[in-house]
């Protein structure tokens, strides 16, 4: 910028830009903040900056407002650059203006900067008090508040247990198979499944030479309706591999073999009909209560013709089976944090499955995480699923002996993806420890002892080591496999007189009913989140004062050069700071919604698009509101021409600001993997529009090779917008130091570029980029997907 070089002005910037980043951690990264305080703490800093002086003259402010201005670390920052800059010789020559002496003299006493050289070292010294104490106040509040409290959800004694009384009833329903949706019982049969993926780097770099990396290896197997089947293995034995590759679930790899539904070959789009995956991370969105969710599940994966009345009596059966019908109304909050405890959510993830009324369930790992009495509740949830009549797997890592007898059939695996056991656990495990006991070596199981630990253990490569046997060669060696073959070769064909399982291409709701539900569920969570309402709507009341206040009246008078750049300062502080704080405070709730997202869609929900829309439009009236809240305070306490016309182009560039703001933060939210850097480039192109909106520089005096930059910049559009609708018809002459009075549009035209052939085209250029980035963010959620599996 070639601005003079002093020994302390790289410390003076270094403050200017970090002064607050201690502040910073001290309001938004407290133990117990919340995405709803991490917002307020936003827009806190942004209202820092309206207390410094290039927004506003410090001779503008009124009295009662100096203490704003002195009390700004902004302030300081300003004033010390600017005195190192302009008491510089390059700026001595003799300009006799407002009594200076020089041109750097009488830049700094038009804009109302400090004068005097001895104010440089006593803004640094603020600085750096600053800086201190804003330090201590931090290691204070790491040391002295409080860690979050987990607001977990709460039932009335007396209401659980009339609750019971109709669970039990919903049971014993369940039991006989009396369910109001019927289904069909199928099986599932899989034969010969191998599974690669591509060679790591890293392996290759130790002299590994396969191109690809086998992962399973000669699976197969039968999963049967009524038969509760646990699928275990030692860590890195393929269980979740082979999970996901029946259900479908695979993102990438190469798989062999066949998949079989009741003897036709498996059809991905017809098995997610048919199917359930309940995931080992139980995602769901945080702002639903357990009904809402399980509404939506339904609305989306039971056929269209199954009317809300049988729905929603669905819908209480399951919450029944489930054991939630106490927690109907408890929202769902986040995992760990608020709402519904660990054994409570992984109900509701089986309930969300249910409601699609499934003959097949997959489950990830169901009890992991929990202690032995939710482990249980889990799985008594899970046995009644099973009594249903429904095919249900799930894998299981190291249960309890109550949990493990639970199961009906087991599907051992060891590492490297191959089977070493499949078939009945019988009483107590009889079956599988009478099979591995007739291998020779194998150590016998203790008395007590827990069988599915002891399983894991000699079924560990050091064990198969010792005793130098293969568990997989002893498998496809036994009597038991060829059992298993057989079973596979009989429920490989279809039953006489069945066809295979046809639905219509596409999703079960056509896509105006998934515009519907995902615009329904978008209002109930966004209603629900009243921590993020209010702060969006308490930081725009705040700031709306705070602008009509600092600003107040400058739009009515326009005399000097300097009350334009007021103005000008308004203008710039509304199109920038408010859309921003919007951008930073949604981010965090489409990155959440954006794994739900990705759960929703392997189900097989509803397409992208809808997302997309119901997304976008729900932010449309919560905008509105900000925008009416915002104008209605500001335009008149600022003193702009109280016309139906200018009003209503004020309003307009507020609401197109608001929404590209709006849009870029989805859009940057889908465009990276996660929060943090989708904030951190969000703050980095908000820089550039910073820089190039028009105010710190306006456009005739930006280099040409740079202009561009301006005209790609939808922040400079908005600057655009609202100055000249408000001045561009203004013809008083205002002074302008060192050059001939000229009337406020030809200072307009002549110093900012801001001249009347542009006006359409900057209104046309906002429709444009909101186009731009509604567009943008519906192609990047649709094929980015910084899931892997």
């Not at 003079?4 to 403050?15: D, E, M, N, R, S």
């Not at 009594?99 to 603020?126: D, F, M, P, Q, S």
């Not at 009906?408 to 006991?437: H, T, V």
Request: glycine content about 6%; aromatic content about 14%; proline content about 4%.
């Amino acid at each position: 910028c070639f601005l003079q070089i002093h020994p302390a002005v790289f410390g003076t910037f270094c403050h200017a830009s970090n002064v607050n980043g201690p502040l910073s951690f001290l309001s938004g990264n407290r133990k117990d903040a919340s995405n709803g305080q991490h917002a307020r703490h936003r827009s806190s800093h942004s209202n820092l900056h309206i207390w410094r002086l290039c927004h506003i003259k410090r001779d503008n402010l009124q009295p009662w407002l100096q203490w704003g201005y002195w009390t700004s670390p902004f302030t300081y920052a300003q004033n010390a650059v600017a005195l190192n800059e302009f008491l510089d010789e390059r700026w001595a020559s003799e300009f006799y203006y407002a009594n200076a002496k020089t041109v750097g003299e009488a830049i700094l006493k038009i804009r109302g900067l400090l004068t005097e050289w001895h104010w440089y070292w006593i803004c640094v010294g603020i600085l750096f008090g600053f800086s201190l104490v804003l330090n201590i106040l931090t290691i204070f509040a790491l040391e002295f508040m409080n860690s979050p409290h987990k607001h977990q959800v709460n039932i009335d004694s007396t209401k659980t247990k009339t609750e019971c009384k109709k669970q039990k009833v919903g049971t014993r329903n369940a039991s006989t198979g009396q369910v109001a949706l019927p289904f069909q019982p199928l099986s599932l049969v899989f034969d010969h499944i191998n599974y690669f993926v591509d060679m790591p780097k890293e392996m290759m770099k130790y002299g590994v030479t396969e191109k690809k990396l086998q992962l399973l290896q000669d699976v197969s197997g039968v999963f049967r309706p009524g038969v509760l089947t646990a699928l275990m293995g030692i860590t890195g034995a393929g269980k979740t591999t082979l999970l996901d590759v029946l259900a479908g679930r695979k993102t990438g790899g190469y798989i062999e073999g066949t998949i079989r539904i009741a003897g036709y070959p498996k059809k991905q789009d017809t098995f997610s009909r048919i199917s359930g995956y309940c995931e080992q991370s139980d995602i769901h969105s945080p702002n639903l209560t357990v009904h809402e969710s399980l509404q939506f599940s339904a609305w989306l994966r039971l056929p269209s013709n199954v009317n809300s009345r049988q729905r929603d009596m669905f819908i209480d059966e399951v919450m029944d089976l489930v054991e939630l019908t106490g927690l109907k109304n408890a929202m769902v909050g986040i995992a760990g944090a608020t709402g519904l405890s660990a054994e409570q959510r992984k109900r509701l993830t089986i309930a969300v499955e249910l409601v699609a009324s499934p003959s097949i369930i997959f489950m990830d790992e169901p009890t992991t995480g929990l202690d032995a009495r939710a482990a249980a509740i889990v799985m008594r949830t899970v046995r009644k699923t099973v009594d249903t009549g429904r095919t249900v797997v799930c894998t299981i890592h190291q249960p309890s002996i109550g949990i493990f007898e639970s199961f009906d059939e087991l599907l051992l695996m060891k590492r490297g993806g191959q089977i070493i056991y499949s078939g009945s656990l019988g009483p107590l495990s009889s079956n599988m420890i009478k099979y591995f006991e007739a291998i020779p070596g194998v150590p016998r199981i203790k008395e007590g002892q827990n069988p599915a630990a002891w399983v894991l253990d000699i079924s560990s490569h050091i064990t198969e080591y010792v005793i130098g046997v293969d568990y997989a060669e002893i498998y496809r060696s036994s009597s038991l496999y060829r059992e298993n073959m057989l079973l596979i070769e009989e429920l490989g064909q279809p039953a006489p007189n069945t066809v295979d399982l046809h639905f219509p291409p596409g999703y079960w709701q056509n896509f105006r009913a998934q515009c519907m539900a995902c615009l329904w569920k978008q209002r109930c969570a966004y209603w629900k989140n009243s921590e993020h309402n209010v702060v969006r709507f308490l930081n725009t009341f705040a700031v709306s004062i705070m602008f009509g206040i600092v600003f107040w009246k400058i739009g009515s008078t326009i005399k000097r050069e300097q009350d334009v750049f007021n103005i000008l300062g308004v203008v710039y502080g509304s199109a920038l700071f408010l859309g921003f704080m919007n951008c930073s405070i949604l981010q965090p709730v489409v990155a959440m919604e954006r794994v739900v997202l990705y759960r929703e869609k392997a189900a097989g929900m509803y397409c992208t698009l809808a997302y997309a829309i119901a997304q976008m439009a729900i932010e449309l009236p919560y905008m509105l509101v900000q925008v009416l809240i915002f104008a209605s305070i500001v335009y008149p306490m600022i003193g702009f021409e109280m016309t139906a016309v200018k009003f209503f182009w004020f309003v307009l560039y507020m609401v197109l600001s608001f929404m590209y703001y709006t849009l870029y933060g989805m859009m940057t939210v889908a465009l990276t993997p996660n929060l943090e850097i989708a904030a951190g480039l969000s703050f980095l192109i908000f820089i550039f529009w910073n820089v190039f909106s028009g105010f710190i520089i306006g456009r005739e005096l930006i280099p040409i090779w740079w202009r561009w930059v301006y005209w790609a910049n939808p922040a400079a559009w908005t600057v655009y917008g609202l100055m000249f609708s408000q001045l561009g018809d203004r013809t008083e002459l205002i002074r302008v130091p060192g050059q001939p009075d000229q009337t406020v549009r030809e200072f307009l035209e002549g110093y900012l570029g801001l001249e009347n052939r542009y006006f359409n085209l900057v209104t046309c250029l906002h429709l444009a980029i909101i186009a731009l980035f509604a567009f943008l963010f519906f192609i990047f959620i649709k094929h980015l997907k910084f899931q892997r599996r």
